[in-house]
T-cell receptor, first 114, second 115 residues
Framework: AQSVAQPEDQVNVAEGNPLTVKCTYS??????LFWYVQYPNRGLQFLLK??????LVKGSYGFEAEFNKSQTSFHLKKPSALVSDSALYFC????????????FGRGTSLIVHP | KAGVTQTPRYLIKTRGQQVTLSCSPI?????VSWYQQTPGQGLQFLFE???????NKGNFPGRFSGRQFSNSRSEMNVSTLELGDSALYLC??????????????FGPGTRLTVL
């Protein structure tokens, strides 16, 4: 069975500092990996995905994520945080060779302090 | 291009009633998925429809059902509502079926409260 872990319920960072939101996954085959962001009272918005190819994936709003197969991780990063980045972030995985059903992490609340 | 729209945005029902939620995907998208989001369980997959056929179903009781129309619009129905069905129900569309690794585009959700 596939699974996703976001080990931190909340991440606090000062504006202008780099941020990292962690995600590890487990699938039986090769993964499709996604990051989504959810602002209050809104649906999820797609940020970036890893399908194949370069391990470093660049996405919307200056976010990037690095796929690390040996550590089964897909951490989300941004070099300089903005207060407007404060939101709930979800990592999701699908097994390329298995079920099409996506599994989402529990979400990490990012709080960027001015 | 208009995004995914869901109606209604808010709904209050009582136990035992049934409810129908509607989702209009982005134009040209053929896959529609439904999710239940609660503080306790997080985001849980309900089902996915592609070309009017249910492709996948999550681990929910038969009280939860859905369908997709020829224009890709989708509805989900919950019968015999229980208090635990109170949640944000999210609809997401994608260009093709989920197995190809397409990202999903989510609607704003329908907030269902069961009293």
């Amino acid at each position: 069975a596939q699974s996703v872990a976001q080990p931190e319920d909340q991440v606090n960072v000062a504006e202008g500092n780099p941020l990292t939101v962690k995600c590890t996954y487990s699938v039986s085959g090769n993964p499709y990996l996604f990051w989504y962001v959810q602002y209050p009272n809104r649906g999820l918005q797609f940020l970036l995905k890893y399908i194949t190819g370069d391990n470093l994936v660049k996405g919307s709003y200056g976010f990037e994520a690095e796929f690390n197969k040996s550590q089964t991780s897909f951490h989300l990063k941004k070099p300089s945080a903005l207060v407007s980045d404060s939101a709930l972030y979800f990592c999701a995985v699908r097994d390329k060779g298995g079920s099409y059903i996506p599994t989402f992490g529990r979400g990490t609340s990012l709080i960027v302090h001015p | 291009k208009a995004g995914v729209t869901q109606t209604p945005r808010y709904l209050i029902k009582t136990r035992g009633q049934q409810v129908t939620l509607s989702c209009s995907p982005i134009s040209g998208h053929r896959s529609v998925s439904w999710y239940q989001q609660t503080p306790g369980q997080g985001l849980q997959f309900l089902f996915e429809y592609f070309s009017e056929t249910q492709r996948n179903k999550g681990n929910f009781p038969g009280r939860f059902s859905g369908r997709q129309f020829s224009n890709s619009r989708s509805e989900m129905n919950v019968s015999t509502l229980e208090l635990g069905d109170s949640a944000l129900y999210l609809c997401a569309s994608s260009l093709e079926a989920s197995g190809i690794g397409n990202e999903q585009f989510f609607g704003p959700g329908t907030r269902l409260t069961v009293l």
